[in-house]
């Protein structure tokens, strides 16, 4: 997924109790649920939260297995269904899907880099049912945006396909994955989201796992940039009330507390991976050594949801050590991230290093203010291979 937002849904979770006395209370199915179609995707972010190893084409489920899945998912009470990748326009069967999941009445958006969008196949979406499109922005001009993605000529074909959204009548979300290098650009971005109509747009400063902890160098803002985001984004909140709907979350690393993430591990979201694995969230692969059940076993989403180990094993605040056991926002961040965790402190059982509580953290922020501060700025390129260094200016 080349952006890095969660799905746009209002969850609201449904919690039920068993039948009998004493049997344990489990979670109610959440509205939304993050299908990766692929990884397959023409750019190269280097802050893509796909998996460093990730799945080929001969892995993805099928059409048929989807739509099998779409039924599962209707059946249980999902309401949302947010098809994502990689590029999800990859694959040559998306009107297809997008007409299951109408037809079985399960709201859709699409998230793309639009790149491979054009208006006849967005009108076909439309018809099809589509409810939202979401397109990932790197930056507010060609220079910046096209250097990013490492695909030529890609913002412009964003802007005509965001143009192409509105004109077939579909909404626009714009979601601006922002660090170190295209920080500056905020304003423009803010602009270029209300001439483009959107109705929202996602300032969503890059998540340090996968691709971006192995770009954190690279991506990694000045304390500075932050506190001038948050006066641009506050100003723009207030003037633009209204017109544009802003989401804002300060970068982790600078953060007090951490986020509540995915609304809590296991609490009110999952996502299916392209081969089928039903995962807490997008980059729960993240950490090695969990292993995660697939709607190609024998098992139903919704006793993977209730009892698959790799939901429980977070779930809830048991599962906590201190100081997040004693904490008096534990139900509130419910210990923040897992896999950020996992890849600062090599365990995803510990206090999230974004917390100021944790012993880690100060140590987390210097290490920002230390890599911000060396202007690292060549990108490793995402790619099936592993990555790709960014060749130098001449």
């Known amino acids: 997924m080349t952006d890095q937002s969660p799905p746009i849904a209002d969850f609201q979770l449904i919690t039920r109790t068993g039948d009998e006395a004493g049997q344990k209370t489990t979670y109610g199915i ?24 990730m799945e080929v084409a001969s892995a993805e489920l099928t059409t048929a297995e989807w739509c099998r899945v779409m039924d599962e998912l209707a059946e249980i009470g999902v309401l949302q269904i947010h098809f994502s990748g990689g590029e999800p326009a990859v694959r040559k069967d998306l009107v297809q899907l997008v007409r299951h999941a109408t037809r079985v009445g399960l709201y859709s958006n699409l998230i793309t880099s639009a790149v491979m969008l054009t208006k006849a196949r967005l009108q076909e979406l439309a018809d099809a049912g589509l409810c939202h499109v979401q397109i990932s922005v790197q930056g507010s001009e060609s ?3 096209d250097r990013v993605g490492g695909f030529k000529n890609g913002h412009v074909k964003k802007l005509q396909v965001a143009a192409w959204t509105r004109e077939v009548g579909l909404p626009l979300t714009i979601n601006a994955v922002m660090h170190r290098q295209n920080l500056h650009q905020l304003p423009e971005i803010i602009d270029m989201a209300v001439a ?86 997008h980059a729960a692969e993240s950490i090695t050594g969990m292993e995660f059940d697939s709607v190609r076993g024998n098992k139903s989403i919704r006793w993977i949801w209730d009892n ?75 790619n099936f291979a592993g990555g790709a260094v960014e060749a130098e200016e001449l």
């Open 143 to 145: 220079r910046v945006a």
């Open 196 to 281: 483009l109509d959107a109705d929202r747009l996602e300032v969503a400063n890059v998540q340090y796992y996968g691709w971006a902890l192995k770009n954190r160098e690279a991506l990694i803002p000045t304390f500075a940039q932050v506190e001038t985001t948050n006066q641009i984004v506050a100003e723009a909140q207030d003037r633009l009330a209204g017109v544009l709907d802003i989401d804002y979350v300060v970068p982790d690393y600078y953060a007090q507390r951490p986020k509540q993430c995915m609304g809590g591990w296991g609490r009110q979201f999952f996502n299916i991976s392209p081969s089928g694995k039903v995962l807490p969230c």
């Open 308 to 382: 698959s180990e790799a939901f429980n094993k977070y779930r809830g605040t048991g599962w906590m050590p201190e100081p997040c056991q004693s904490c008096e926002f534990k139900e509130i961040d419910f210990g923040g991230c897992r896999c950020q965790a996992f890849a600062l402190t090599g365990s995803a059982d510990n206090t999230d290093p974004a917390c100021a509580k944790s012993d880690l953290h100060a140590q987390i922020f210097a290490r920002a203010t230390t890599e911000s501060a060396e202007a690292q700025d060549r990108f490793i390129y995402r």
């Open 30 to 53: 959440p509205l939304a649920v993050l299908a990766e179609l692929t990884h397959r995707c023409p750019l190269q972010c280097p802050y893509c939260s796909n998996p460093l190893e």
